[in-house]
């Protein structure tokens, strides 16, 4: 009895230790680094050191806390218009990634067994390479007289873009939202497709001959079934490229060109150029909070959604 009590209460506190292992990961890689840059983007600055926010002296506890940044960030258009402008480029990045992912997912998930390995492989080919020689290898391929940009000059692609105001002139691809964009949906592709596919190929295929057989077309079948079926996979997908997508610097920077209004690369000036790091701790809470707030509503709501349908 002794024994089975004694193996009950190891399994409860393996269990606990399971449960506990990602709290202590966000615990340790998101929750100190972020109070870390909270800390010094509310501390005055005296030379290179910054002063403690909470201080004890005498028996009197003191708190001082300086909002100066945050301050100056509602009254500057710039850094409303950067986050604006971030915001923009990730959505569209996402619904690109979803709209040119979604059917490449399906037609694996779909596929033979044993032709799903090699397709998954060309999903992960892209990794094999470093990531800073695959954006640099777009540049190459989209300044005059790349094959890519001499293709879509050919195909008058490049009307249709500057009608769109993508770019800023015939033929000139490079430091435009075009090549922005291609170079994002190019790298964050893969993050949308394959948790699509592992959520596609776990679907039960019952439920579209149930669907067949009641009537349903196959447009009809795949709207009312494999759609609402695959939201977590979109939801993850989504998540897994809008979300780096709004902080990216290297991108924007190698492609997007010097007009292009990104956090990442206002971040960088801030903490770099301008050696301002309180100010450049505030972008980045301000940054933080505009991701994980509607992240943290969506969750909750998704949750008792969940609770309901039980």
């Not at 964009?181 to 592992?198: A, C, D, K, Q």
């Not at 505009?290 to 943290?296: D, G, H």
């Not at 949750?303 to 349908?309: G, I, N, S, V």
Request: proline share 5%.
């Amino acid at each position: 009895m002794n024994r089975l009590r004694a193996l009950l209460a190891w399994i409860v506190r393996g269990r606990t230790a399971v449960i506990g292992l990602p709290y202590l990961w966000l615990l340790a890689f998101f929750l100190l680094p972020f109070l870390i840059v909270l800390k010094i983007s509310v501390s005055e600055v005296d030379g290179v050191v910054f002063k403690e926010v909470l201080s004890f002296k005498d028996g009197v506890l003191a708190l001082s806390v300086k909002l100066s940044n945050y301050v100056f960030i509602t009254e500057d258009d710039l850094y409303f218009k950067t986050y604006l402008s971030s915001i923009k480029y990730a959505a569209v990045t996402t619904v690109l990634c979803l709209a040119i992912g979604y059917p490449f997912a399906y037609f694996m998930a779909r596929a033979k067994a044993s032709l799903q390995p090699a397709l998954l492989m060309l999903v992960m080919l892209p990794f094999w390479t470093s990531f800073l020689l695959r954006v640099y290898a777009w540049k190459g391929l989209l300044t005059e007289h790349g094959w890519v940009s001499d293709l879509l000059i050919a195909l008058r692609v490049d009307h249709l873009l500057l009608a769109a105001g993508v770019i800023p002139a015939l033929g000139k691809f490079m430091n435009s939202p075009f090549s922005l964009v291609l170079g994002m949906v190019y790298t964050y592709l893969p993050f949308m497709i394959l948790p699509l596919y592992g959520n596609l190929a776990k679907m039960d295929l019952r439920l579209l001959e149930a669907a067949s057989d009641l009537g349903a077309t196959p447009w009809v079948a795949f709207w009312k079934v494999t759609v609402p079926l695959s939201k977590a996979g979109i939801i993850a997908g989504s998540m897994l490229v809008f979300i780096p997508c709004i902080g990216e610097f290297v991108i924007p920077e190698l492609l997007g060109g010097p007009q292009t209004l990104m956090i990442g690369r206002v971040l960088w000036d801030e903490f770099f150029s301008n050696n301002d790091w309180p100010m450049a701790s505030t972008v980045a809470v301000v940054m933080v909070l505009l991701i994980l707030v509607p992240l943290a509503i969506f969750n909750r709501y998704q949750a008792q959604a969940q609770e309901q349908r039980k």
